[in-house]
Every structure is written in structure tokens, then in C-alpha cells.
């Protein structure tokens, strides 16, 4: 309800910047038993400049780990500068800031573990992407796939990542991120909040990736939107250390 300071200044609630293009959604982390194990709160702003602008708070019950993210890119996606803090069972654990040229990715990092460090990392071509770890960055890594070359799987280069581990719980610490992406197809998915025009496309496992206590390899499942690549739902197979290792992600709420 507008208050009365909005009232006497012809402001509203549902306003928005003719500016910027907005939207936020939540999405729900599921386990294996079909219950609730986290959750993710994500907004974009579309700026005029082009530049574009993810924060994301994320919540991990079972792992106990929790993340603040505020990621900016150009465009087309590239990765620009990038903000992340952690916590992990219920401490502080590290912080840090990076900033990506098209010839070096810095990082100044404060974490609890090994101190105050300087990263600078020289890049021999322009990074394509940075994995900060929520759901919804994951959705960003898929710009750099070329839906022109006929190959169906193709190898993913040019990336970064603040954390080696699949929770992202450690650093944040600046290392090289290579994979491979998989175009499954368009397909129609019916959310909590509505039915999207999606694209699928699949993380396959690859050489030497690790692998879950049951022998299944790591690999997800995601499905976005087109242009913005917004998330829409993902799976996962071999991630998670329940007794499958399977996982789903739902959106479940979505404004723009």
C-alpha cells in the first residue's frame, strides 16, 4: 500500500525506471527426496550503456553455505567486474573483487583461511565468461555457444571461475574454467510462475571430471530463455552427496 508521502507525490509502488529494464525472480534447490535444501534470489538490470548487472543471494542448507553475488558484463555477456562473499556453517569465510580486462583478470580476496591476497591472471584472449556459482550465472555461460556451427557439442574456453568446488564454497579465488556445452533443442517448460519458450542445453560430463560415491559423472541439465538467457529450470546428476546425486532447480517466482 502506497503511504502518504506517495500519495501527496504521485508515486506508486509499481513504478518503474524508464531507464533500466528490470526483472528478479527465486529459484528453489531440490534434493533427491523431492524436500527443499536451498534457495536463490536473483535480480538483472538492463542499462542503458548495454552493460548488465546479476546479484544473486544464494542459501545451501545441507552444505551450510551461503553467497553474495553482484556480477557485471558487457552486452554480449563478457565478463566485467564481479563482487562475491561467503559464509560456510554459519562463518565468514571470504570476500572478494574482480575485475576483467581484455588482458587480464585482477582479484583482491580476504579470506579467513590464507589472509589478504592479489590475483592477476594474464589472459591471451578476452574471457568469455566467470562462474560465480548461482544458478542463474550458470545460465550465462551458454552465450558462448554457436548456434552456427553445426557440431551439437562443442568445447567451452575463455572461462573463469571463483571457486573449484561445485558448491563454490572456497576463495573466492580466480582459476581457469573449461567444459563442454551441449544444445539439446527448444523445448516448453511449465514453471511454478508460468509456461517459457526454452532452450535446453546440457553441461556433459567430461574427461577426468569427478564423479559421485555411486559412480555417476557430474553433469547438468538446464533450460533458459532467449536473448536474455534468463534460468528457467536446471537438474543435475552425480553433484550433489545425497544418495543419488541428482538434484533439480525450480523457478518459482519471476517479475519483470
Not at 12 to 22: D, E, H, L
Not at 206 to 225: C, F, L, Q, R, Y
Amino acid at each position: 500500500m502506497a503511504n502518504a508521502a506517495d500519495k501527496k507525490n504521485n508515486l506508486g509502488p509499481g513504478k518503474a525506471s524508464p531507464y533500466v529494464r528490470n526483472m528478479r525472480g527465486k529459484i528453489l534447490y531440490i534434493g533427491d527426496d523431492d524436500q527443499e535444501r536451498g534457495r536463490e534470489w536473483f535480480s538483472f538490470s538492463f542499462r542503458e550503456d548495454g552493460q548488465i548487472t546479476l546479484r544473486a543471494f544464494c542459501e545451501i542448507d545441507d552444505a551450510r553455505v551461503e553467497r553474495d553475488v553482484v556480477y557485471t558484463m558487457s552486452s554480449d555477456f563478457r565478463p566485467l567486474d564481479c563482487f562475491v562473499r561467503l559464509h560456510s556453517r554459519g562463518q565468514f569465510l571470504g570476500t572478494g573483487w574482480i575485475r576483467i580486462t581484455d588482458t587480464s583478470a585482477d582479484c583482491e580476496v580476504f579470506n579467513t583461511t590464507f589472509g589478504r591476497i592479489s590475483q592477476s591472471i594474464p589472459l591471451t584472449e578476452p574471457a568469455l565468461t566467470l562462474g560465480s556459482h548461482p544458478l542463474a550465472c550458470d545460465a550465462l555461460v551458454l552465450p558462448g555457444y554457436n548456434h552456427k556451427n553445426p557440431e551439437k557439442i562443442q568445447a567451452r574456453s575463455g572461462g573463469l571461475s571463483t571457486s573449484p568446488l561445485l558448491d563454490g564454497a572456497s576463495g573466492p579465488l580466480l582459476s581457469i574454467s573449461t567444459g563442454l556445452i551441449e544444445y539439446v533443442g527448444p523445448e516448453t517448460i511449465k514453471t511454478a510462475v508460468g509456461t517459457f519458450d526454452a532452450h535446453h542445453y546440457r553441461f556433459p560430463p567430461k574427461p577426468g571430471a569427478p564423479t559421485h560415491a555411486n559412480g555417476t559423472p557430474t553433469s547438468e541439465d538446464i533450460w533458459v530463455t532467449h536473448p536474455d538467457y534468463t534460468f528457467v529450470r536446471a537438474e543435475v546428476h552425480g553433484y550433489l552427496k545425497n544418495k543419488t546425486g541428482f538434484g533439480r532447480y525450480e523457478l518459482v517466482e519471476f517479475e519483470t
